[in-house]
């Protein structure tokens, strides 16, 4: 896949495709924003980008988009503890997530930069990494 942050409409277009979803505009628009940002929205804040550049589009529509896009596999869906809103994450690399406490502002932390070592139960294998690092902005 093209480097997310550098995919245009027709990018995502043909992502939507190569994932047998039906590539409506609306359901191009809303994936390209996704994909497109390293904010790890929610409903309400595409719902809100939507406003101010789809001004008809419903929050059903974005709603349903959303989960769709994460269904397919195409988003990641988030739960974090300081929320009870599902956030999306259009990044599929391996990578985990800083918590800035104070803003409640969600970073991404390439998974090449932590390490951990990890003692599984004798015939497992491990298939997902997934936690939240939290912390404060000191400066």
């Known amino acids: 896949m093209k480097n997310r942050m550098n995919m245009n409409l027709r990018d995502v277009e043909n992502l939507l495709k190569e994932y047998g979803v039906q590539a409506s505009a609306q359901r191009i628009a809303i994936c390209h924003h996704v994909l497109t940002t390293n904010t790890h929205p929610t409903v309400d804040d595409v719902k809100a980008w939507a406003d101010d550049n789809f001004p008809k589009m419903s929050l059903a ?79």
Do not use: C, R
């Open 61 to 139: 529509t974005v709603y349903n988009t959303l989960n769709l896009l994460s269904d397919v596999g195409l988003l990641k869906t988030l739960k974090f503890p300081h929320s009870d809103k599902a956030h999306f994450d259009g990044d599929s690399s391996a990578h985990f997530h800083f918590l800035d406490e104070e803003t409640g502002t969600i970073y991404d932390i390439p998974s090449e930069k932590m390490q951990y070592q990890l003692d599984l139960p004798k015939g497992f294998i491990l298939s997902e990494v997934d936690f939240l690092v939290k912390g404060k902005y000191l400066g």
